[in-house]
């Protein structure tokens, strides 16, 4: 904290807002701060992110309804089927339970795919009404915000909105990014920042 991240991501996001279509493509600018949002009355930082995006581009509030609906649905991963049923019962009820959790994680993969393509189909028709070329969303202050919702937040970019003509730029510390992958998922130290390379494609320091 305190290095200029913040700063340098402000100066692009000016500069990309006033440059001339004669010096680039023509973008739309987005600006995120996840750590406003933790303490919200909806928790997943995806969901306040699909808000924000959609303050900016401005698709249809129906459609801006369905993917905030979806995220909810993905967020809370494959449903608690088990507290329908006695485990401790006969086999036949051990049965209905991997049915069930087998339907849950089955409608989970398919929310997943339909969130992409309708995402991926938002974005492309927002775009070409602004005749625009590029989504840039602009990402400040991540690991300000608690270590399980940061992770869950950067899988959500790579598994669900890395879509055609979107970009997502990302102003953060490696270091306490990766400790808190670590921390989430019981890695040893350094790996952290390796499972973060599977993420974000890029660096610049």
Known sequence: ???GKSTILHYIEQHLREKSV???KKVTVVHFEPWKYEYSEQKDLLYALINCIGKEIKPTQKILKDLTKDVITIGSGILRAIRFVDIQATAKDLELVENLILSEHERWIDSVENFRKKFEEVVSNVLKKKQAD???VLIDDLDRCLPDNSVKLLE???NLLSVEKSLFFLAIDQRVIGEMIEKKYGL???????YLTKIIHYYYE
């Open 188 to 194: 040893h130290y350094g790996y952290g920042r390796e």
């Open 156 to 158: 959500g970019f790579k």
């Open 134 to 136: 590029k989504l840039i």
């Open 1 to 3: 904290w305190g290095s």
């Open 22 to 24: 004669a010096d680039y």
